[in-house]
């Protein structure tokens, strides 16, 4: 079972930019589909952005395209989550996943085995 660490959140200005990591340890990562959520106070968790083993991004929630991107490097055994042109409502605790399936991609939370601990981003106005 791959075991996810997440880092890279912050507080940033409205318009600004994060870059979030997420370090993924067992041999089998580079075989599993990866994707990052996110979950605001009050609100249930959502799926923000997948992407396929080989890196080939398969979703992203319509509230973040053209601003987010998500990304691999299986030599490295990380995935990234670039934010860009933030917005306030971006605010929540962003969690790395991984599918509970090789070579399958997440579309769902039921498609997750592994979760990182999460790394909160707060965007203010």
């Known amino acids: 079972q791959v075991q996810l660490v997440d880092s890279g959140g912050g507080l940033v200005q409205a318009g600004g930019s994060l870059r979030l990591s997420c370090a993924a340890s067992?041999?089998?990562?580079?075989?599993?589909?990866m994707a990052w959520f996110r979950q605001a106070p009050g609100k249930e968790r959502e799926l923000v952005a997948a992407?396929?083993?080989?890196?080939?991004?398969?979703f992203y929630a319509d509230s973040v395209k053209g601003r987010f991107s998500i990304s691999r490097d299986n030599t490295k055994n990380l995935v990234y989550l670039q934010m860009n042109s933030l917005k306030p409502e971006d605010t929540a605790v962003y969690y790395c996943?991984?599918?509970?399936?090789?070579?399958?991609?997440?579309?769902?939370?039921?498609?997750?085995?592994?979760w990182g601990q999460g790394t909160q981003v707060t965007v203010s106005s």
């Open positions: 992407l396929t083993w080989s890196g080939r991004p398969t």
């Open positions: 996943a991984a599918s509970s399936k090789l070579y399958t991609s997440i579309t769902t939370t039921l498609n997750v085995a592994s």
């Open positions: 067992g041999r089998t990562f580079s075989a599993y589909g």
